[in-house]
T-cell receptor, first 111, second 115 residues
Framework: QKEVEQNSGPLSVPEGAIASLNCTYS??????FFWYRQYSGKSPELIMS????GDKEDGRFTAQLNKASQYVSLLIRDSQPSDSATYLC???????????FGAGTRLAVHP | EAGVAQSPRYKIIEKRQSVAFWCNPI?????LYWYQQILGQGPKLLIQ????????DSQLPKDRFSAERLKGVDSTLKIQPAKLEDSAVYLC?????????????FGPGTRLTVL
C-alpha cells in the first residue's frame, strides 16, 4: 500500500514567521511531488510541484525534496493570515499516472 | 483558460436514492479523475480515465458506483443506491497526458449529503 503521511496539525505560526510543512512517502520510486492548498469548503489548488532533489522556490513558497529520505517539505516565508488553510502533499507513484494524497496539515497563521 | 467545471455544487438525498455528478475537464486534458474526499481526509482516487478508457478503477465500489466518459470529454459519476457513508465531497480533476509529471487541476467539487 503506497502511502503519503503528514502531520494533521494544526500548525500555528505568527504572522511574518516561516511555516514548515512536512511529508513522507512510502513508495521509494516515486518521482513527482505536489503541494496543494485547500481552503475550508473549497477544492485543492496546486501551488508547487517538485521533481528533483533539492529546493524549488516560487515567491514565498519553497519546496524541498530528499528522495533518499523519502521526504518532502514546504516552507512558507513571511506567513500571512491568508495562508491559513490545509496543505495537502501528493506523490506520483513510480509506474502510475496518478497521485496519492496525504490527509493534509492544517496551518493557522495568527496576527 | 476555463477551469474544470462540475455540477451540481451541492446535493442532499435520502439513503438508497441515486445521484449523478457531472464534470467537464480543462480543454485539451485527456486524463480525468474522480476523487472522493471525506471530511478531514485527503482526496481518494475513485476512477481515472484517459480519453474514453478507464485506466484505474481499483478503488471504485463497483456495486454502487459507476462512471463513464463518453467522447473523451465530459464525464458522469453515479451512485446507486447511496449509503450514509457516501457523504463526502466528490472532486473531479484533469491533467495532460505526461509520462513523468502529473499536475492535476481540480474543479470546485460536489458536496453530497446522504440522510
Amino acid at each position: 500500500q503506497k502511502e503519503v503521511e503528514q502531520n494533521s496539525g494544526p500548525l500555528s505560526v505568527p504572522e511574518g514567521a516561516i511555516a514548515s510543512l512536512n511529508c513522507t512517502y512510502s513508495d521509494r520510486v516515486s518521482q513527482s511531488f505536489f503541494w496543494y492548498r485547500q481552503y475550508s469548503g473549497k477544492s485543492p489548488e496546486l501551488i508547487m510541484s517538485i521533481y528533483s532533489n533539492g529546493d524549488k522556490e516560487d515567491g514565498r513558497f519553497t519546496a524541498q525534496l530528499n528522495k533518499a529520505s523519502q521526504y518532502v517539505s514546504l516552507l512558507i516565508r513571511d506567513s500571512q493570515p491568508s495562508d491559513s488553510a490545509t496543505y495537502l502533499c501528493a506523490a506520483k507513484p513510480g509506474g502510475y499516472n496518478k497521485l496519492i494524497f496525504g490527509a493534509g496539515t492544517r496551518l493557522a497563521v495568527h496576527p | 483558460e476555463a477551469g474544470v467545471a462540475q455540477s451540481p455544487r451541492y446535493k442532499i438525498i435520502e439513503k438508497r436514492q441515486s445521484v449523478a455528478f457531472w464534470c467537464n475537464p480543462i480543454s485539451g486534458h485527456a486524463t480525468l479523475y474522480w476523487y472522493q474526499q471525506i471530511l478531514g481526509q485527503g482526496p481518494k482516487l475513485l476512477i481515472q480515465f484517459q480519453n474514453n478508457g478507464v485506466v484505474d478503477d481499483s478503488q471504485l465500489p463497483k456495486d454502487r458506483f459507476s462512471a463513464e466518459r463518453l467522447k473523451g470529454v465530459d464525464s458522469t459519476l453515479k451512485i446507486q443506491p447511496a449509503k450514509l457513508e457516501d457523504s463526502a465531497v466528490y472532486l473531479c480533476a484533469s491533467s495532460l497526458v505526461r509520462a513523468d509529471y502529473n499536475e492535476q487541476f481540480f474543479g470546485p467539487g460536489t458536496r453530497l449529503t446522504v440522510l
